[in-house]
């Protein structure tokens, strides 16, 4: 039976390759290699870090950190999950991939939360956008891995660029949420008093949304893992190119190891990610309280004073 | 006094096209042919009204009346559709951004029903909150914001986080909010509304007292006529975007303009509206050394009353009855001294007429001396019960004679 195809066929795929290899790529080359720039700055520089840092001294500062944000439990899960990370030899890759997650989550918020905010002022740019942000979610990786390579070359730094395309959308969307869902009254008293619109937001809308917004972190953090192995097609290292490797040559072990290393870090910043989420709901600290709280130990007792009424 | 607030003719619109709407109305057509019309709704109608410096002005209406609106305009919370706010002379509504945001931040200060402070800040930073916006340095306005905390009593919970404290707390902590910036102008929406009814009787003698100290300009929005009665010193009955009377309590009260605004105050305790002023009459006496018993007596029939009132050298010094005449002199001429009662109910011409209950119940009139315990007038049983018992008809009886006449008419029914 006759279907259109058969006497006339767009020719899509020619199009694409018109625009991007005959228009894109040859007038924004340096657009798209001055992207780079910061990107690979901040990769490097944390990949160095983490990698000079000896292996006990930054188990002890993480299990710190998850006790200190959560529980005891989770301090020792931590401990646990990074000596056998170490012990299975995959030390190294991990801390390639865990500098590449955080330079990814980094650049998803420095671009999210600002889109995010727009997006909850303009409900004409909301509209325009979340169309967007479904293409983002619902398009498989595979698909940008193609232009991404064409345009930006195969290494690490494309790579974190496909994972942050990937990773990006739920930090915009729950940035977006959360101040939208600022009690309209609060709004209303925060202008009535006489606040301009940017104290509105620094004073009223962020702190209030912090605990919506720190949600939508957890989200693209656990996004962005989940890219981990997708991003080593286009070069990327650490733990996805074990798995990659070990998949190529059928090394059923290899990949083990470096998928074991996955879910063990997926696991830990999850954890620790939505600790540092929840606790503001029962204390519900400013912003700059739980920005310190990513960096600081504190006593996870009551403070004095504080009546002993928490439930713990 | 000086006008602080004058609102010409303001109307809102919520709809695409207010101009057309407000063109509608202006041609005689109802608020629902409108909607039916043109899918707009009139929020608020061709309001006037004026607030003098230090008055408390409460607008009273159900909700859906259009009463919130009106006074988020008066901020320009909401944006009028026409009309004219002025504040000291000066035009709110042609006010640009930044005159605007200066007015909002020195002169004008809100309180909200739902109190509306900031979860996130502690009790002192949600009072701290205005002045914080307007840059003021940050000594200052800790010292000014624990300064209106005292005022209202919370300077002890300064630290604590707003949802630790009760809702008439939390109210208090909202009224320092806005005292903090010391403003002239203190917009209240239905403050007390969200409280429950004894702590918003405590509320209303609080702000009552705070008011006498401050002498701010209030407009205060309310739902509750009672409310309305004793906070406002004018009151304005608002009905579907208008207002349909605005006066002092015992105008509402006692002169309703219409079947809605009366509807509304047949069932205010009007004891506690009117004063003794209202049912007042002359001062009625005789100096004691002038007169004896038969002469009081006499007196008694002609005004067709059951007690005196006795002066001495000018000064009120008691009160004879007719019982206490008889028991005194068995009826005959006998010293008068003896029958007179020296303690007597009192009263002051601005006391509400709950305050003479009593003595009205125990069917003795009651002296009004005014400060300076000049004896200013009379106040019978029969007036107030009158006054009490009326429903509809004009109850100023200011004329005096007609007032007697109506009490004598009482009397002898009363004494039976």
Redesign the interface.
């Known amino acids: 039976m006759w279907q259109p195809s058969d006497s006339f066929e767009i020719p899509l795929d020619v199009w694409v390759e018109t625009v991007i290899k005959g228009w894109l790529v040859p007038n924004f080359r340096d657009l798209f290699q001055a992207v780079q720039v910061p990107i690979t700055t901040v990769l490097e520089g944390l990949d160095l870090a983490l990698q000079a840092i000896p292996m006990p001294l930054f188990t002890l500062a993480l299990v710190l950190v998850a006790w200190a944000v959560a529980s005891r439990g989770l301090a020792l899960f931590t401990l646990v999950a990074l000596a056998v990370v170490d012990l299975i030899g995959v030390w190294p890759q991990t801390m390639t991939t865990l500098a590449m997650i955080l330079t990814a989550v980094l650049f998803c918020a420095i671009v999210g939360v600002p889109l995010g905010i727009a997006a909850a002022r303009r409900d004409g740019f909301e509209k325009g956008l979340r169309p967007v942000l479904d293409i983002m979610q619902t398009i498989p990786p595979f698909v940008y891995l193609v232009p991404i390579v064409m345009l930006f070359g195969v290494g690490m730094t494309p790579g974190i660029i496909a994972t942050i395309i990937f990773a990006l959308p739920p930090i915009i969307r729950l940035t977006n949420l959360g101040i939208r869902s600022v009690p309209e009254d609060l709004i209303e008293a925060a202008y009535a008093f006489g606040s301009s619109p940017r104290q509105v937001l620094w004073e009223v809308q962020l702190p209030l949304a912090l605990r919506t917004i720190m949600a939508g972190l957890n989200q693209t953090l656990m996004l962005a893992l989940s890219m981990a192995v997708i991003a080593a097609l286009i070069g990327a290292g650490g733990l996805g190119l074990i798995v990659y490797t070990g998949l190529g040559r059928l090394d059923v072990g290899a990949a083990t190891e470096g998928g074991l290393g996955i879910v063990l870090l997926a696991m830990i910043l999850d954890r620790i990610t939505q600790a540092l989420g929840s606790e503001s709901t029962t204390k519900s600290p400013g912003l700059l309280e739980t920005l310190k709280a990513f960096f600081r130990i504190r006593a996870p007792a009551n403070p004095p004073g504080s009546g002993g009424q928490s439930v713990s | 006094m000086t006008e602080k607030i004058v609102v010409k003719n303001l109307s809102k619109v919520f709809g695409d096209d207010p101009d057309q709407a407000l063109e509608m109305i202006r041609k005689g057509k109802t608020k629902d042919e409108v909607l039916a019309e043109t899918g707009q709704t009139i929020g608020v109608q061709s309001v006037n009204f004026s607030v003098e410096e230090g008055e408390v002005f409460v607008v009273m209406g159900l909700s859906g009346s259009g009463k919130s609106t009106l006074v988020?305009m008066l901020?320009r919370?909401i944006e009028a559709s026409e009309g004219e706010i002025r504040f000291d002379g000066q035009d709110m509504r042609g006010a640009d951004a930044a005159t605007l945001?200066?007015?909002?931040?020195?002169k004008?200060?809100?309180v909200?029903?739902?109190f509306?402070?900031?979860?996130?800040?502690s009790v002192l930073e949600n009072v701290e909150?205005?002045l914080?916006?307007?840059r003021v340095p940050a000594a200052e306005r800790r010292e000014r914001a624990l300064e209106a905390l005292r005022k209202v009593g919370l300077a002890a919970w300064a630290d604590r986080?707003p949802a630790t404290l009760s809702g008439g707390m939390q109210q208090r902590v909202g009224l320092a909010?806005g005292l903090a910036?010391d403003p002239e102008i203190l917009?209240m929406d239905e403050p007390f509304s969200a409280l429950d009814p004894l702590i918003r009787r405590d509320m209303q003698n609080e702000l009552l007292e705070l008011q006498r100290e401050l002498r701010k300009t209030i407009v205060f929005i309310t739902h509750d006529l009672d409310e309305a009665l004793t906070l406002g010193d004018r009151i304005a009955i608002m009905k579907e975007g208008r207002f349909v009377q605005v006066g002092t309590a015992e105008e509402i009260v006692g002169n309703p303009a219409d079947d809605y605004v009366a509807a509304f105050t047949q069932d205010v305790d009007r004891a506690r509206v009117f004063d003794v002023a209202s049912v007042m009459e002359p001062p009625e006496a005789l100096e004691l050394a002038e007169t004896d018993a038969g002469a009081v007596r006499a007196r008694l029939d002609e005004l067709g009353r059951d007690a005196l009132h006795l002066l001495r050298d000018g000064a009120l010094a008691g009160l004879v009855t007719r019982r206490s005449l008889a028991q005194a002199a068995g009826g005959g001429g006998g010293p008068l001294e003896g029958a007179m009662v020296p303690e007597m109910p009192r009263a002051r011409p601005g006391d509400v007429l709950r305050q003479v209950y009593d003595a009205c119940s125990a069917g003795l009139p009651v002296a009004v001396c005014d400060e300076e315990e000049r004896f200013v007038g009379v106040v019978t049983p029969e007036a107030v019960f009158e006054l009490l018992a009326e429903d509809k008809n004009a109850p100023e009886e200011e004329d005096a004679p007609d007032g007697e006449e109506k009490a004598a008419e009482a009397a002898p029914a009363l004494s039976a």
């Open positions: 988020r901020n919370l945001r200066k007015l909002r931040l020195e004008i200060a809100m909200f029903q739902h509306a402070l900031f979860p996130h800040k909150y205005g914080k916006v307007a986080r909010r910036v917009l």
